[in-house]
């Protein structure tokens, strides 16, 4: 077992769990009753899922200039998503989408979405 | 090989995410699916890259990372303001 193969183990394994991130993403933005809720659960596919998948990349290129680029890129994940979560976030309660909470049950949804009909 | 299920696992997370932009009930839902869409897309050209040989993609994703964030960005302000030349103005 040398050092080479641990490495090529280690990223590989990195790779599928950052898949399983990206997937538990998607499900939860797919699964998700309104707007800041799937924003909740689209930033875990985009910080958690994209950086393991990075890192596991940058373990199997070893040191190289791909692995430069590979930081780069985690670089830009990390600083431009959570900014773009912000901004979603912003614009939707901006237009008027109403977050829905526990009191009002199901009807909050509906409500905001009779009210805001052009944003369709 | 394990490259391939990770890149799999992110294939699946893309169709689901593509049945979100096609049904979610407010552009903003659409909007989310689509930024992270994006990243999906550039995730999958970075592994393809590696399942290949030819890791020279990443230069392709490193500029669809930032065309992605550009693309959110603008239909956020041309959704707030109705038009992309405006200046913007201050936070009340």
Redesign the interface.
């Known amino acids: 077992m040398t050092v080479e193969m641990i490495r090529q183990?280690l990223g590989?394994?990195l790779?599928?769990v950052?898949?399983?991130f990206?997937?538990i993403?998607?499900?939860g933005?797919?699964r998700m009753p309104d707007?800041f809720t799937?924003?909740h659960a689209?930033s875990v596919?985009?910080t958690l899922?994209?950086g393991s998948?990075?890192v596991?990349?940058m373990l199997?290129?070893g040191p190289t200039l791909?692995a430069v680029?590979?930081i780069?890129?985690a670089l830009?994940?990390g600083l431009?998503?959570p900014?773009?979560t912000h901004?979603?976030a912003r614009?939707?309660l901006?237009?008027g989408?109403k977050p829905q909470l526990a009191e009002d049950g199901a009807i909050a949804?509906a409500t905001a979405?009779e009210a805001?009909p052009s944003?369709? | 090989m394990m490259l391939a299920a990770g890149m799999l696992a992110v294939l699946a997370a893309t169709a689901l995410l593509v049945a979100r932009a096609a049904v979610g009930p407010t552009v903003f839902d659409r909007l989310v699916a689509a930024n992270t869409l994006g990243n999906a897309a550039i995730l999958i050209l970075a592994i393809y890259g590696f399942l290949t040989d030819r890791p020279e993609f990443l230069d392709i994703g490193l500029v669809y990372a930032m065309l992605n964030i550009i693309g959110t960005f603008a239909v956020l302000k041309f959704l707030r303001f109705g038009a992309l030349g405006h200046a913007g103005e201050e936070e009340p």
Do not use: N
């Open positions: 183990w590989g394994g790779v599928v950052g898949g399983g990206m997937l993403g998607a499900i933005l797919l707007v799937r924003l689209a596919a985009d899922g994209a998948i990075l596991g990349l199997i290129a791909v680029k590979l780069f890129l830009f994940f431009m998503s900014v773009a901004a979603l614009a939707a901006h237009a989408v949804a979405e805001r944003t369709r």
